[in-house]
């Protein structure tokens, strides 16, 4: 199952570029990110390249952050796909709290990052409808 | 269990046999501060009050206020009331909150002082057959002394830790025995957790009870120290200024400290008009010390905001008996209408498994107080979705308001974002134009 780091960020100037410089300062590559943000606070989700090195890196700085098992899925890069893995997790009675999708720089193909209500039953629905899951270990290699 | 007083006559006297043994002794109080005190006398003098307008407590109201402040002026000799020569002891204040305090014990003063420590001692349940062990820091700190001495005066066996070396404390615990551990609450609250990682069980630990004071403790914590030792807690609580610890202490019944009455008499005033409040209301504590030498404070304001009640306690004792300090004079807002402590705050917050790191605001926009806290996240409490945050916001928000019946917004926010100056965090910001 693909790891994602979620941190909680302050609501404030330079909140977020202390975040990229410090990942970037231990050399960790972002392959996807969103951002969900309230009046009061942003919560940043990221999928890396080395969730250990990020972890520790930003803990120890003093931030919150969770690593949460989220569902990576190749998404073929036509009209439709997308709308087909959502159809799967509708039919399971999977829910959605939130999705973002990102670009593979060498394949034609896009990823969805899905954070399911329940990570094995999406999981489950998804390989029997022959969708691709990825990996930690895929993601360094895209 | 049969009930057992250190002085029987004193502590189970009649309400109104109390009260005439504190007049017959405020009046020989006063004059003695009077006649040997130049700086309290001034401040009777400016109020138009002599040692003859003092008959009894009814006229305990005449008497001039003194506060921290004055202590702070009258350093180090000007509130002393006998001669060096006929002291034998001093004792001072940690000075966290600005100078020192020092205050001077005759021999007198020091038996009275270890006598209200005793008589807390035997309402815990102890004996000559008990072990002590003091674990309250020894020295300018009254803790250790007044916990030492009396616990000399009941016959325990004394066992003069002093604080820290958990270790060595751990090692004289089960090697000796010890059935009484007194100190600080979270020192007691450490120790219990050291014996659980070592793998002692609550029915391995000897202890019985334990007396804990000296700093602010919820009920929660409480609980806690109590199922980790599997002991009774009892709360103690005094100050310098007046003595020491032992001002006040706790019996089986666990809900209030009973004042040890004969030599401390207590007032609860509004803090704002100095007015006498009726007993039951909640206001600031004073002082008067009823037979002290060296030392005498006269309606000393202890900043302590608390409740009295003279309610029958199943312990058989007479004595007055004051509510768990709710928070400080210094630190209470008025929000809504409502009094509000930021201990309060930080109680609920412990209860829902945060962390003390909490910043109140309040402000005013048009003629309603707006009322925001602001809670520090933890990497435990660290939900991933908004909404699981806005959910724990809420519930942090109807916690609150469960405690002090009005609704604050809370915002979790960043891990030490909250300001904090010196090492201690700002608990409040008052933005309200309350006064031009």
Redesign the interface.
């Known amino acids: 199952m693909l790891k994602q780091l979620t941190v909680f960020v302050e609501n404030k100037q330079g909140a977020l570029v202390d975040i990229t410089d410090t990942l970037a300062a231990n050399h960790v590559n972002l392959r996807a990110l969103s951002i969900a943000d309230t009046q009061d606070f942003g919560l940043l989700r990221l999928i890396v390249n080395d969730n250990d090195t990020a972890a520790s890196v930003l803990q120890e700085k003093g931030y919150v952050l969770k690593i949460t098992d989220v569902i990576g899925v190749k998404i073929g890069d036509q009209p439709g796909k997308l709308s087909t893995a959502l159809s799967v997790l509708a039919q399971a009675g999977v829910n959605v709290e939130y999705l973002y999708a990102f670009m593979a720089r060498t394949e034609k193909h896009a990823y969805v990052v899905i954070r399911p209500t329940d990570n094995a039953a999406a999981e489950k629905a998804l390989e029997a409808a022959s969708f691709h899951l990825i990996t930690n270990a895929d993601v360094e290699k895209l | 269990m049969e009930q057992r007083y250190y002085q029987k006559e004193i502590e189970t006297m009649p309400v109104e046999e109390i009260k005439k043994l504190q007049s017959e002794k405020l009046v020989k109080q006063v004059r003695h501060v009077y006649d040997n005190v130049p700086y309290y006398r001034n401040l009777m003098e400016e109020k138009g009050v002599t040692p003859e307008d003092i008959h009894g407590i009814e006229d305990l109201y005449k008497l001039p206020f003194l506060t921290k402040a004055d202590l702070r002026d009258a350093y180090p000799y000007g509130l002393l009331a006998k001669p060096l020569s006929e002291c034998v002891r001093i004792q001072s204040t940690s000075g966290t909150t600005g100078r020192r305090v020092v205050a001077f014990y005759t021999q007198h003063d020091v038996d009275l002082w270890e006598d209200c420590c005793a008589r807390a001692i035997v309402a815990a349940g102890g004996t000559n057959e008990d072990v002590c062990q003091v674990a309250y820091g020894y020295g300018l700190f009254t803790g250790g002394p007044g916990l030492n001495g009396g616990s000399h005066k009941v016959g325990c066996l004394t066992l003069p830790m002093s604080s820290g070396n958990t270790e060595r404390q751990i090692q004289f615990m089960t090697d000796l025995s010890a059935t009484i551990l007194c100190c600080t609450p979270s020192y007691a609250a450490y120790i219990g957790e050291t014996l659980k990682e070592q793998g002692y069980t609550p029915d391995q630990i000897p202890l019985k009870a334990g007396i804990f004071g000296a700093e602010p403790w919820t009920e929660e914590m409480r609980r806690g120290i109590e199922k980790t030792l599997g002991i009774k807690a009892y709360d103690i609580y005094g100050l310098t200024e007046t003595s020491g610890p032992g001002v006040s202490f706790e019996c089986c019944e666990q809900t209030g400290m009973h004042i040890n009455e004969d030599h401390f008499l207590a007032e609860i005033i509004d803090p704002d008009t100095g007015e006498v409040l009726p007993e039951g209301s909640k206001g600031e504590l004073v002082f008067t010390s009823l037979d002290k030498e060296a030392f005498p404070l006269l309606r000393y304001r202890t900043r302590d905001i608390c409740v009295l009640s003279r309610k029958k306690c199943s312990c058989g004792r007479t004595l007055i008996k004051m509510a768990k300090p709710m928070g400080r004079s210094d630190d209470m807002m008025i929000i809504r209408g409502v009094n509000v402590f930021p201990s309060q705050i930080e109680t609920v917050l412990l209860k829902e498994g945060y962390e003390p790191n909490y910043q109140i605001v309040v402000d005013r926009v048009g003629n309603t107080d707006t009322f925001d806290v602001n809670v520090e996240?933890?990497?435990e409490m660290?939900?991933?979705?908004?909404?699981g945050?806005?959910e724990q916001?809420k519930a942090l928000a109807n916690a609150m308001k469960v405690m002090l019946g009005i609704n604050p917004k809370v915002?979790?926010?960043?891990?030490?974002?909250i300001v904090r100056s010196e090492g201690k965090a700002v608990r409040v910001i008052d933005k309200r134009k309350l006064h031009d």
């Open positions: 996240m933890t990497a660290f939900s991933d979705t908004v909404s945050i806005t916001e915002h979790l926010v960043a891990p030490k974002s």
